[in-house]
């Protein structure tokens, strides 16, 4: 999707929204941060995907329990009460959250409480037409998704594989009666994603009433213990016994010197040539209906994949294996004609992952961070980029430039930095020694962390590949947005050609 306008956007987490409830989301606070946007000058807001997470993958959103539902934990108790659903009351008997850190065990447990008890009041009153509309319609997904997480419940948090026979292989009489002794809470879990579209409904369009976009994200893979992967397991790469016959990964890169083991499940690619990428454009669709464009994380794994045996223990011993891409993105041409997505081009490419980006005519990515080893001929510098691209200073997976400076980046690194600008660069200028470069850069669009606008310092980090502890859990402190900031951010922006509209 181009266009010929000069933009800038914010990357940051919905999660990471201030909120009194533990966790950003969909609520006030994130109509308050389009309002501010818009205020600051900026075309769009960026975040991380919005399906659901699950606590054995420390809550990674591109690990997602689902590749369809959204996560309850971004249901606003806010939103609730406005459609009157929750009392004030209600609202009050909130714990006293942290506001430094999502507190996702706590956070969860409220918000499952409040939505139990307002599913009653619902169930109670007749289900309305317009939620038995909504559940007909998303039905493709919606039915797998809340048998599967009913079933997870009531088995105590059991993965699926570890189910007993009859519901792991989906056996209809033991999922018929299973439906039968289990229909309220499976009534439930479809009212938590009817209570999920409508709040997502309200913000986008109040951001296309700000003359906002909102840009999604959305995950290559999906964890093991999956409702697609349960409800579908002919797509993935499984034996007769669903186990896992081989796992995604990375191999080595900048991040890790023995790759990154993320574990999940391989598609079977010749099963989803077979029936025409139905899954693939179906879970693409949904996104659409909340999102005016969508990033493609890891682009390249859609041309050809790093494979790994299921016991590996790093993701060093791999293998590269093939996409029938040409069929699959001839199938996504023809669904989404306008191509309104972005390519996470990032790591080892190859002329095939750049052919297929460019017939998709899909905007790459560029990392300032990544720049400043070899500046003169790095793609990432500055002077190399393209105006088809999109400028980020880092992505949720870099430090911030802050950060990245203090404890990330070489010697030589810095000294190229400084170098490069012809002048001195230190911790307290590089956030926007780095920001006002993004902008400057002739990349259609540049997307800022909101980390590096507030200048902060690795404690802000959002995710550090290849670990677990710590990550997805920053969020932004009330009263860090400023009319101070919001000034700045805008004169910035007029200044380099990027103001929104």
Same mark, same amino acid.
């Given at each position: 999707?181009?266009?010929?306008?000069?933009?800038?956007?914010?990357?940051?987490?919905?999660?990471?929204?201030?909120?009194?409830?533990?966790?950003?989301?969909?609520?006030?606070?994130?109509?308050?941060?389009?309002?501010?946007?818009?205020?600051?000058?900026?075309?769009?807001?960026?975040?991380?995907?919005?399906?659901?997470?699950?606590?054995?993958?420390?809550?990674?959103?591109?690990?997602?329990?689902?590749?369809?539902?959204?996560?309850?934990?971004?249901?606003?108790?806010?939103?609730?009460?406005?459609?009157?659903?929750?009392?004030?009351?209600?609202?009050?008997?909130?714990?006293?959250?942290?506001?430094?850190?999502?507190?996702?065990?706590?956070?969860?447990?409220?918000?499952?409480?409040?939505?139990?008890?307002?599913?009653?009041?619902?169930?109670?009153?007749?289900?309305?037409?317009?939620?038995?509309?909504?559940?007909?319609?998303?039905?493709?997904?919606?039915?797998?998704?809340?048998?599967?997480?009913?079933?997870?419940?009531?088995?105590?948090?059991?993965?699926?594989?570890?189910?007993?026979?009859?519901?792991?292989?989906?056996?209809?009489?033991?999922?018929?009666?299973?439906?039968?002794?289990?229909?309220?809470?499976?009534?439930?879990?479809?009212?938590?994603?009817?209570?999920?579209?409508?709040?997502?409904?309200?913000?986008?369009?109040?951001?296309?009433?700000?003359?906002?976009?909102?840009?999604?994200?959305?995950?290559?893979?999906?964890?093991?213990?999956?409702?697609?992967?349960?409800?579908?397991?002919?797509?993935?790469?499984?034996?007769?016994?669903?186990?896992?016959?081989?796992?995604?990964?990375?191999?080595?890169?900048?991040?890790?010197?023995?790759?990154?083991?993320?574990?999940?499940?391989?598609?079977?690619?010749?099963?989803?040539?077979?029936?025409?990428?139905?899954?693939?454009?179906?879970?693409?669709?949904?996104?659409?209906?909340?999102?005016?464009? &969508?990033?493609?994380?890891?682009?390249? *794994?859609?041309?050809?994949?790093? #494979? /790994?045996?299921?016991? %590996? =223990? @790093? !993701?060093?011993?791999?293998?590269?294996?093939?996409?029938?891409?040409?069929?699959?993105?001839?199938?996504?041409?023809?669904?989404?004609?306008?191509?309104?997505?972005?390519?996470?081009?990032?790591?080892?490419?190859?002329?095939?992952?750049?052919?297929?980006?460019?017939?998709?005519?899909?905007?790459?990515?560029?990392?300032?961070?990544?720049?400043?080893?070899?500046?003169?001929?790095?793609?990432?510098?500055?002077?190399?980029?393209?105006?088809?691209?999109?400028?980020?200073?880092?992505?949720?997976?870099?430090?911030?430039?802050?950060?990245?400076?203090?404890?990330?980046?070489?010697?030589?690194?810095?000294?190229?930095?400084?170098?490069?600008?012809?002048?001195? &660069?230190?911790?307290?200028?590089?956030? *926007?020694?780095?920001?006002?470069? #993004? /902008?400057?850069?002739? %990349? =259609? @669009? !540049?997307?800022?962390?909101?980390?590096?606008?507030?200048?902060?310092?690795?404690?802000?980090?959002?995710?550090?590949?290849?670990?677990?502890?710590?990550?997805?859990?920053?969020?932004?402190?009330?009263?860090?947005?400023?009319?101070?900031?919001?000034?700045?951010?805008?004169?910035?922006?007029?200044?380099?050609?990027?103001?929104?509209?």
């Amino acid at each position: 999707m181009k266009t010929d306008r000069r933009k800038c956007g914010v990357l940051l987490p919905m999660t990471s929204l201030p909120s009194r409830f533990g966790i950003g989301d969909m609520g006030p606070g994130a109509l308050r941060f389009a309002e501010f946007l818009q205020g600051a000058g900026q075309s769009l807001w960026q975040v991380l995907p919005l399906t659901a997470t699950d606590a054995g993958c420390a809550h990674s959103p591109y690990s997602p329990a689902s590749a369809f539902a959204g996560s309850g934990l971004l249901i606003s108790p806010e939103g609730l009460m406005e459609d009157g659903f929750l009392s004030q009351e209600d609202l009050d008997s909130a714990p006293n959250f942290s506001n430094d850190r999502v507190d996702y065990g706590a956070a969860g447990a409220f918000k499952a409480t409040l939505l139990q008890r307002v599913w009653a009041q619902f169930h109670r009153g007749g289900e309305s037409a317009d939620f038995k509309a909504f559940c007909q319609s998303q039905g493709e997904w919606l039915e797998d998704w809340s048998l599967f997480i009913s079933i997870k419940g009531a088995m105590g948090g059991l993965a699926w594989r570890d189910w007993p026979d009859g519901l792991k292989f989906r056996r209809p009489q033991d999922l018929d009666r299973f439906r039968r002794d289990h229909n309220g809470d499976i009534g439930l879990q479809n009212f938590i994603q009817y209570v999920f579209a409508r709040q997502m409904s309200v913000l986008r369009r109040r951001m296309a009433e700000l003359k906002l976009e909102l840009v999604g994200d959305v995950p290559v893979y999906v964890m093991g213990d999956c409702a697609d992967v349960w409800a579908h397991p002919d797509l993935f790469d499984l034996d007769e016994d669903l186990n896992f016959v081989s796992v995604a990964g990375v191999p080595p890169d900048y991040f890790s010197a023995k790759g990154q083991l993320w574990g999940n499940p391989t598609y079977n690619w010749e099963a989803m040539r077979r029936d025409g990428f139905r899954w693939w454009t179906g879970r693409l669709r949904r996104l659409l209906t909340f999102f005016d464009r &969508v990033r493609i994380d890891h682009f390249r *794994g859609l041309i050809a994949y790093w #494979a /790994l045996p299921a016991d %590996a =223990e @790093t !993701a060093e011993h791999g293998e590269w294996r093939s996409v029938p891409h040409r069929e699959f993105f001839s199938a996504l041409r023809s669904e989404f004609p306008n191509a309104p997505f972005w390519a996470e081009n990032l790591g080892i490419l190859t002329p095939e992952v750049e052919e297929a980006r460019t017939a998709m005519g899909l905007p790459g990515m560029t990392i300032l961070h990544f720049a400043f080893g070899h500046p003169s001929d790095n793609p990432y510098a500055p002077h190399n980029h393209t105006p088809g691209t999109v400028v980020y200073t880092g992505t949720h997976d870099n430090n911030t430039s802050r950060g990245w400076l203090m404890a990330d980046a070489t010697p030589w690194e810095r000294a190229n930095l400084s170098a490069y600008l012809g002048c001195e &660069v230190t911790a307290g200028s590089v956030s *926007g020694v780095m920001t006002r470069m #993004a /902008l400057a850069s002739v %990349a =259609e @669009t !540049a997307v800022i962390p909101m980390q590096d606008w507030l200048d902060l310092g690795p404690e802000a980090r959002i995710n550090t590949p290849s670990t677990t502890a710590g990550n997805w859990t920053w969020r932004m402190k009330p009263g860090a947005i400023t009319p101070d900031l919001t000034q700045r951010m805008r004169s910035l922006c007029e200044l380099y050609g990027r103001t929104g509209a």
